[in-house]
């Protein structure tokens, strides 16, 4: 399934990744393009346990 989230915060991004790791295609959409280029370039703000 493709799933699109809106914002990239502490819900969206932890959303997004359960979906990923569920097997989704999953797009994260935030008007932040600093937040959007870090998580490209593999810096992810936010630490969940278990994730």
């Avoid at 819900?11 to 008007?31: E, R, S």
């Amino acid at each position: 399934m493709r799933i699109a989230v809106v914002g990239s915060g502490y819900v969206g991004l932890v959303a997004g990744a359960c979906f990923a790791d569920l097997g989704h295609d999953v797009i994260l959409v935030d008007n932040d393009q600093q937040k959007l280029a870090a998580l490209k370039s593999g810096d992810v703000p936010i630490h969940e346990r278990f994730l």
